[in-house]
């Protein structure tokens, strides 16, 4: 299966999206509501419809980026939030990004690429933050699919792909995740090295 721009795309204009949670996963909406720097220069790779950019654009952070390969995901979030910077929408592949940020947020994007670009996705989180950056966000800590995503895993496994490039300041059960991902998620807080 060839997880591709065509294959992101047909699943969003299908709303074929189970993912989707349509609405802000709480984990990350405490975490941003702790936050105080508005200026943050924040990415969502494979933000899809990114509940998160449109919570933080609302909260008045002004520098939040989202990345997917699917043209139909960024024009869904230009639709439903019209104010947000049509240049912080970027239609390209995460690993070709070359900018650098201060913090990273993971929601489904791990978990839909092919478990082969793990040890890559470590490696480019690293390149794109800047030094001391933040990599936060929800790991699924369950095995799910092993032919399509979502892809799962667990908590050794991860460890292994980032130990080399973060200090692992959090990575325990998501005590808050929505029901019916309950017991299956880690919140994570990553520093780089």
């Not at 721009?5 to 699943?11: C, G, L, M, T, Y």
């Not at 189970?18 to 909406?29: A, N, R, Y």
């Not at 080399?164 to 991902?181: G, K, T």
Request: proline content about 6%; overall charge negative.
């Amino acid at each position: 299966m060839l997880l591709d721009e065509n294959f992101w795309d047909n699943r969003y204009q299908s709303k074929n999206t189970g993912w989707d949670l349509g609405e802000i996963s709480p984990p990350l909406k405490k975490y941003f509501d702790q936050l105080t720097c508005k200026d943050l220069k924040i990415l969502i790779p494979g933000g899809g419809n990114s509940y998160e950019a449109e919570y933080l654009h609302q909260k008045g952070f002004t520098n939040i980026f989202v990345i997917d390969l699917s043209e139909t995901a960024l024009l869904n979030l230009q639709k439903r939030i019209p104010s947000f910077p049509k240049n912080h929408l970027i239609h390209a592949n995460f690993f070709d990004l070359e900018e650098t940020f201060d913090l990273i947020i993971e929601q489904t994007f791990f978990c839909a690429l092919s478990p082969s670009l793990r040890p890559q996705y470590a490696i480019k989180m690293n390149d794109l933050l800047k030094p001391k950056g933040k990599l936060v966000g929800l790991l699924f800590c369950v095995l799910l699919y092993d032919n399509r995503p979502p892809f799962g895993g667990n908590k050794t496994e991860y460890i292994s792909y980032f130990t080399p490039y973060f200090n692992l300041e959090i990575m325990e059960a998501s005590y808050n995740s929505v029901s019916e991902r309950k017991n299956e998620e880690l919140f994570i807080k990553f520093i780089k090295k």
